[in-house]
């Protein structure tokens, strides 16, 4: 079906195509008839290749990423297409629009997208109202961020705010200090700013926990444009903090891959292919660096089963789809799950994948 309805799609802008797919997913998931169908053609056709992570046991490996369903509003529908499970996001504390459009380019010969949306958000509020009709047997994430115009020695606050609202409505909590979007966030990356605002979320979540009774994982997004340096401070404060996984990793500003495109000067993020190596690259430092003792959720450039099993590869123990999701649909989670069926056998997910990035024979 996707096939049929994708070059219609690419007909219109890019983000006006978006809106029309997300406004449609969003009326399916209220209506059980629809939800029915989309599960009937894609989610029962997905294998089952359970795996613990974090504590949390997903259905398969195979996740949507922040940024597709940045309000809440599709859970049911998204879900029944197969996705083993969603991160929702990203939501700040206060309403905002994001960046003027037009803000999304796709790159079509390169099956890739270049955003600046800028954290567009209906805010907490409204996003939690969203999230609370969700099933709650659909396993969430919820991507957190600050507003544009919150100073960054204040980013904090918004961080904890959001922390303080969706907690009790997500099975994780990602940390999106990477986004290239809005100006200065990936300042947060560094040290001297990471240490406080891990520290400060670490003992937030451990207040809710106590009150709650329920410990949720948090999770930390970070850059493909980091340095060796940046990453080894990165994995040592997530340590320290007890992070509980590294979302590897967010859009590129880089346009290495794009000489002579037309929308190569576009400002914003890149995703897709070109994306691939990069974050590859940061999932295999990462994975050095932590042996395993920190989850690493792979995103990036993947858009068939061979780039998703790179990521497994370099270190990653759950990938998420988005842009590979735009161009080639429902049908990518079944090919990358169906590969994965096959290579690993009789194996549990866990062992096959532990052999896998280890270098063993598969």
Same mark, same amino acid.
């Given at each position: 079906m996707y096939a049929t309805l994708r070059p219609i799609l690419f $007909? +219109?802008?890019?983000?006006?195509?978006?809106?029309?797919?997300?406004?449609?997913?969003? $009326? !399916? &998931?209220? %209506?059980?008839?629809?939800? !029915? +169908? @989309?599960?009937?053609? %894609?989610?029962?056709?997905?294998p089952s290749l359970p795996l613990e992570v974090m504590g949390i046991r997903f259905p398969h490996p195979v996740g949507l990423a922040a940024g597709l369903d940045k309000q809440g509003n599709a859970c049911g529908a998204l879900h029944a297409l197969g996705f083993g499970w969603l991160e929702l996001g990203t939501v700040t504390p206060l309403p905002q629009p994001g960046n003027p459009r037009p803000r999304m380019f796709r790159l079509a010969e390169h099956g890739a997208l270049i955003n600046r949306l800028g954290f567009n958000s209906d805010g907490l509020e409204r996003f939690c109202r969203n999230v609370a009709r969700c099933d709650a047997r659909i396993i969430k994430g919820v991507n957190i961020g600050k507003n544009a115009a919150t100073a960054l020695e204040k980013s904090a606050d918004d961080y904890l705010a959001c922390l303080d609202a969706v907690h009790r409505h997500a099975d994780y909590v990602a940390v999106n200090i990477s986004s290239p979007n809005t100006r200065d966030l990936r300042d947060l990356q560094r040290a001297q700013a990471l240490n406080p605002l891990l520290s400060g979320l670490d003992r937030r979540r451990m207040q809710l926990a106590d009150a709650g009774g329920r410990r949720v994982p948090l999770v930390l997004k970070i850059s493909p444009d980091a340095d060796r340096a940046t990453l080894d401070d990165i994995a040592s404060l997530a340590r320290k903090h007890r992070i509980d996984?590294?979302?590897?990793? %967010?859009?590129?500003? &880089?346009?290495?891959? @794009?000489?002579?495109?037309?929308?190569?000067?576009?400002?914003?993020? @890149?995703?897709?292919?070109? +994306?691939?190596?990069?974050?590859?690259?940061?999932?295999?430092?990462?994975?050095? %660096?932590? $042996?395993?003792?920190?989850?690493?959720?792979?995103?990036g450039g993947i858009d068939s089963a061979e780039r998703a099993l790179e990521k497994f590869q370099a270190g990653a123990d759950l990938v998420q789809i988005y842009t590979g999701f735009i161009y080639h649909g429902p049908r990518l989670i079944r090919e990358i799950t169906e590969r994965l069926r096959i290579e690993a056998g009789a194996r549990p997910m866990r062992d096959f994948l532990d052999e896998l990035r280890t270098g063993r024979d598969r």
């Open positions: $007909q +219109l802008e890019a983000e006006t195509a978006h809106d029309a797919v997300l406004g449609a997913l969003g $009326q !399916a &998931s209220r %209506n059980k008839a629809a939800t !029915a +169908l @989309l599960e009937r053609f %894609n989610r029962r056709r997905i996984g590294i979302a590897a990793t %967010n859009t590129t500003r &880089s346009r290495a891959a @794009l000489e002579g495109h037309a929308s190569a000067a576009e400002p914003g993020g @890149l995703s897709g292919p070109p +994306l691939a190596e990069a974050a590859t690259e940061t999932v295999a430092a990462l994975f050095r %660096n932590l $042996q395993g003792e920190i989850p690493i959720i792979g995103i």
